[in-house]
């Protein structure tokens, strides 16, 4: 509260602490009501408000500055001590201190612009937690099936990546997310669209994109709710704001950066005609690597059949037909001299020894080895024969899976006049041109009518 002044006789007035400062802020303010100073940053503070607290100075002296939360949420950057800064504000007294200060409604950097030192100082933010790294980034699927677009709905960029897609693949479905490019709510509605993408899972890759422009047209794509929106982002994001030289920090956070739309599009789909020549190559390569598995199944069945187990097999089986036929040499030499010495008890025993089939032993013997080589040969044919036809079932894999064979057997593809692939009588109107692709030809159609 004021205390008033206190008049002892004419000659003097003495002014309270307050009075006397509430006076010093009548003269100050009228006339210092829009002043810019030029300093540099020293104890910079941000209160938990969202006011912030620093000092502007020079060689030989130093003045208090105070920056409002109203004010302070505008600004492109964030003071730092040593920073030299531009400041406009009024002049004011804090009379709890009694010390005079500007309060600022603007500051920019001395001799950088404010857009420039905020890209500066979040490009270092985000570099320094990895949002940059090349480890993180996430490959191109080879062939999409469908690409989201997040862009203005009636800018030139959209007509340009359709272009170039139609050109080079026009099989690919394109998903546009319109979104403002430039201005307030821009970063929001870009954020939007790539969160979109990411939920519905209607995308395989995106593209965000606009054309060129000044950085502040292109500041959108440099706020911080972006690049972390791009970062966390499963799906991989191509970045392609502005002309060749423009950089964004959406350009070093996204998966691959390209420098224009058009080059976006050429980046996320190859032409049509590399992706046949490169399936022709690839089986022109299985060719080789079949008939080379096939030559090498051939000198290994060779080597199997030259194998050692197979011939020690045959020596074992003569040696043992020989030692069966010594052994029935033997065994008539032994019967013989027997019978000759001991005829009578041969006489008396000759019917067991007729009995006894010697030769029949010999032969049960020799058929039994015989059943034994005929199982082993029936093992070995077997398994030639299992090899020949799975060599067999991969020729006829291979074959049934050629997209030629399919329409070979009769089926047919129709496309509407604009290239579309009809999977849906209710897709063709009546009266409505078609092409119809064969095994061998196209045929020009017309729908005379239609039923679900």
Not at 275 to 291: P, W, Y
Not at 384 to 394: I, K, P
Request: glycine letters at 8%; one cysteine or more; hydrophobic letters at 40%.
């Amino acid at each position: 509260m004021v205390q008033a002044a206190f008049d002892f006789g004419t000659s003097r007035r003495i002014y309270s602490v307050t009075a006397l400062t509430q006076e010093i802020r009548r003269l100050l303010e009228p006339r210092f009501p829009d002043v810019w100073v030029e300093g540099e940053v020293s104890n910079f503070r941000a209160a938990g408000s969202g006011h912030l607290y620093f000092t502007l100075k020079d060689a030989t002296a130093q003045l208090r500055v105070v920056c409002f939360r109203n004010q302070a949420r505008y600004l492109k950057f964030k003071p730092q001590d040593g920073v030299s800064l531009i400041a406009r504000g009024s002049l004011s007294v804090y009379e709890p201190r009694g010390e005079y200060q500007l309060v600022a409604e603007y500051l920019e950097p001395a001799g950088l612009g404010a857009l420039q030192l905020a890209f500066e100082q979040l490009k270092q933010k985000l570099a320094a937690e990895g949002l940059f790294d090349a480890a993180r980034k996430k490959p191109l699927p080879l062939l999409p099936k469908t690409i989201g677009v997040v862009t203005s709905p009636s800018g030139a960029v959209i007509r340009d990546i359709l272009r170039v897609l139609k050109r080079r693949f026009h099989n690919v479905n394109i998903l546009l997310y319109p979104a403002r490019v430039q201005g307030e709510g821009a970063a929001q509605e870009i954020v939007e669209g790539i969160r979109y993408f990411n939920r519905s899972g209607t995308a395989e890759v995106l593209i965000v994109a606009r054309g060129g422009g000044s950085i502040e047209d292109l500041w959108a794509f440099n706020e911080e709710i972006v690049a972390r929106a791009i970062a966390a982002s499963r799906l991989p994001v191509i970045s392609a704001v502005g002309h060749e030289t423009d950089y964004t920090i959406a350009d070093f956070v996204a998966d691959l950066r390209a420098p224009t739309p058009s080059a976006a599009a050429e980046l996320v789909v190859r032409r049509r005609q590399d992706f046949e020549a490169d399936l022709k190559d690839r089986e022109r390569r299985m060719g080789q690597t079949m008939r080379l598995r096939f030559s090498e199944f051939r000198r290994r069945l060779t080597e199997l059949a030259m194998h050692h187990a197979f011939q020690t097999i045959s020596t074992r089986l003569a040696a043992r037909a020989q030692r069966i036929d010594e052994i029935e040499t033997g065994l008539d030499r032994g019967l013989y001299e027997r019978v000759r010495h001991a005829r009578e008890k041969w006489l008396h025993v000759s019917s067991g020894i007729l009995r006894f089939d010697f030769h029949g032993l010999v032969d049960l013997s020799r058929g039994r080895l015989g059943e034994i080589e005929v199982k082993l040969y029936t093992a070995l044919a077997r398994y030639l024969d299992e090899r020949q036809n799975r060599v067999a079932h991969f020729e006829a894999v291979l074959r049934e899976r050629n997209p030629l064979v399919i329409l070979g057997r009769g089926y047919s593809i129709a496309r509407t006049a604009d290239g579309t692939i009809l999977r849906d009588a209710a897709d063709a109107e009546v009266g409505s041109g078609i092409n119809v692709k064969l095994a061998r030809g196209e045929l020009d159609a017309t729908v005379l009518g239609k039923r679900p």
